[in-house]
């Protein structure tokens, strides 16, 4: 059995989106960042990185960064067909979930939400809040270029989309306004049957 290593409402809601897309057999064990369990001894004995998501798998491997986990469970649960065979469709799916998750992520929401990880002085977190909202609003743009007249990123649902959907959620949390394209595919989300399953730990 899987074991899988959530904080509700943080990125980590990509990969429960993932788990229940594949409908894999799976254990939750809540780390809830928001109470800092993320730091607890026990938790840093699985992922000393001290963050979420993290998947332990059967032979007692844990494995760390969205990406990764996403790659292994799209490879590990091929009937799933969330890997594409086209090398030129798996290059651009690293692509799309590396931008989303290193960079409106990482360089953008990262400094919208948490500031004060970074700077202590009200003026500093302002400015560094603006800057990250610069870096959301530029990547929104990107994201929906890249998605164009699709129903979903790259065509088809796949592991970008779901690193999308909780920089959407985000997006909309953070009072953003979604391109047009991107709000229609954040509805297509929220109507896929894994996001019903995964309702019940979506949010703190
Ligand atoms: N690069 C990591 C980023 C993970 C990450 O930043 N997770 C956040 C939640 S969205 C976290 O665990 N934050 C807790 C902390 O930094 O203390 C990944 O791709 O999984």
Not at 86 to 113: C, N, P, W
Not at 154 to 166: C, K, Q, S
Request: aromatic share 10%; hydrophobic share 45%.
């Amino acid at each position: 059995m899987l074991t899988f290593f959530h904080s509700p409402g943080s990125c980590s809601n990509g990969i429960l989106l993932l788990l229940n897309e594949i409908d894999a057999d799976f254990d939750t064990r809540i780390v809830d960042i928001g109470l800092g369990d993320q730091r607890a001894d026990a938790y840093l004995a699985q992922n000393p990185k001290g963050k979420v998501p993290a998947l332990k798998t059967d032979d007692q491997t844990v494995l760390t960064e969205f990406q990764t986990i996403a790659y292994w469970l799209a490879n590990a649960y091929p009937d799933a067909g969330l890997w594409p065979y086209d090398v030129l469709a798996q290059s651009r799916t690293l692509e799309a979930l590396d931008f989303i998750v290193g960079s409106v992520h990482m360089r953008g929401f990262t400094f919208v939400k948490v500031p004060q990880k970074f700077l202590a002085d009200d003026a500093g977190k302002a400015a560094l809040q603006a800057h990250g909202r610069t870096e959301v609003g530029k990547g929104l743009l990107i994201l929906s270029e890249m998605m164009g007249e699709r129903d979903y990123l790259l065509g088809d649902f796949g592991l970008a989309d779901a690193a999308l959907f909780y920089v959407l959620d985000w997006a909309k949390q953070e009072g953003f306004m979604l391109p047009e394209n991107l709000s229609a595919c954040h509805l297509r989300l929220q109507q896929r049957p894994s996001f019903r399953k995964s309702l019940p730990l979506w949010t703190r």
